[in-house]
């Protein structure tokens, strides 16, 4: 399992979320990114998901 990072922001910069999960595959932490941002009604504000080396998952501007 690697670890994954999610962000998510609202137009003010107040951080919504910033916090890191698990998980086996690239494709399963954009799954779970994207069930988090949703839970958080998040999805269509800033946000990112990045892999363990950078790599951009998600990405909302």
Same mark, same amino acid.
């Given at each position: 399992?690697?670890?994954?990072?999610?962000?998510?922001?609202?137009?003010?910069?107040?951080?919504?979320?910033?916090?890191?999960?698990?998980?086996?595959?690239?494709?399963?932490?954009?799954?779970?990114?994207?069930?988090?941002?949703?839970?958080?009604?998040?999805? /269509?504000?800033? /946000?990112?998901?990045?892999?363990?080396?950078?790599?951009?998952?998600?990405?909302?501007?």
């Amino acid at each position: 399992m690697a670890t994954y990072r999610i962000t998510a922001f609202e137009k003010t910069g107040e951080s919504i979320v910033d916090e890191q999960f698990e998980a086996t595959t690239d494709q399963e932490a954009k799954k779970i990114g994207e069930e988090k941002l949703t839970i958080l009604d998040a999805l /269509h504000k800033t /946000h990112r998901c990045i892999n363990p080396t950078g790599k951009l998952l998600l990405f909302h501007p």
